[in-house]
Structure formats: structure tokens, C-alpha cells
Nanobody
Framework: QVQLVESGGGLVQAGGSLRLSCVAS????????MAWFRQPPGKEREFVAR????????YGADSVKGRFTISADSAKNTVYLQMNNLKPEDTAVYYC???????????????WGKGTLVTVSS
């Protein structure tokens, strides 16, 4: 069946970088249906970034704009999240997800990966 699998998380010091990957298996998804979310310890899952529908750029949460970039490789059915200048506040389990419809809130996603943990130390 269709699955999303994240990878690339790990331990990194503040100011460092990580690149997360999400591979879709079983079916090819449009990059415009994909987004990254994260869930910090003790907090609710929150939107991080998505490729905008027009394909002309990306949209990211205010907390990550200028630091995180989302991209995709359609041939590999993979979406990426390049995270630069990481802060301790970025510590979270990061998830990729596919939107079912409606808004880009977590509740409107119909397919989730199992997540990859990013821990930023300082």
C-alpha cells in the first residue's frame, strides 16, 4: 500500500544543518499535495512548509522562513526539507504528509509518515 517514509533526522548543534527526505512508495504524489509538519516535545503538531500550488516558490511557517527550504525530486518520488541555522526550538519529530483536501492544517492530511526525530542542542 501507499506509504511515506521520512529519514535524515538526528542530533545537531545549534547553527547546524540537516536535510530531511520523505520517500513515497506505492504511488507517485504531486509535490503540490505534500507538506512538512513537526511536533515539538509536549506541543501540538504544527505546519512547517509546503511547495506552493503555483510552483513558483515555497510557503513556510514564520518560525522557519529564511532557514528552511522544501523541494522535491519527482523521479524519485521524494520531497526534501533542507534545514539551516537550526535552533533548539526546532527540536521535534518531523513528518511529511499528503493533503486530503481543505486547508493545510494537520487534520486535513490523509497520509502521514512515521516521522524522523530532529534534536538541536545548545
Amino acid at each position: 500500500q501507499v506509504q511515506l517514509v521520512e529519514s535524515g533526522g538526528g542530533l545537531v548543534q545549534a547553527g547546524g544543518s540537516l536535510r530531511l527526505s520523505c520517500v513515497a512508495s506505492g504511488r507517485t504524489f504531486s509535490i503540490y499535495d505534500m507538506a512538512w509538519f513537526r511536533q515539538p516535545p509536549g506541543k501540538e503538531r504544527e505546519f512547517v512548509a509546503r511547495i506552493i500550488w503555483s510552483g513558483g516558490g515555497i510557503y513556510g511557517a514564520d518560525s522557519v522562513k529564511g532557514r528552511f527550504t522544501i523541494s522535491a525530486d519527482s523521479a524519485k518520488n521524494t520531497v526534501y526539507l533542507q534545514m539551516n541555522n537550526l535552533k533548539p526550538e526546532d527540536t521535534a519529530v518531523y513528518y511529511c504528509a499528503k493533503r486530503a483536501g481543505g486547508t493545510w492544517a494537520a487534520a486535513d492530511m490523509d497520509l502521514w509518515g512515521k516521522g524522523t526525530l530532529v534534536t538541536v542542542s545548545s
